[in-house]
């Protein structure tokens, strides 16, 4: 995210649950217009997830730069 959104900070977050692992990055850089495509960039993470039955969005954020959060599901361990 940092190389296409021209910005120089990127955030970071990972939290997981029992049952889901969410991934958000933030930065504050510019948005760029979004490829189409397979296997690269948000169209590649976009495609990632769904194969893992997460769910995925990614977009402008209101106040500037770009936002990703993917949300995995994680298998319950064996008891």
């Not at 990127?10 to 997981?16: G, L, N, P």
């Not at 889901?20 to 760029?32: F, H, K, P, S, Y």
Request: proline fraction near 6%.
């Amino acid at each position: 995210m940092i190389r296409h959104a021209a910005t120089t900070t990127c955030r970071v977050t990972i939290d997981q649950r029992d049952n889901e692992l969410a991934i958000t990055i933030d930065n504050d850089g510019r948005c760029r217009a979004q490829r189409t495509g397979t296997g690269h960039g948000i169209a590649g993470m976009r495609e990632r997830v769904q194969l893992l039955h997460g769910h995925f969005h990614a977009g402008p954020r209101p106040e500037g730069g770009f936002h990703v959060i993917a949300r995995l599901p994680v298998p319950a361990a064996p008891r």
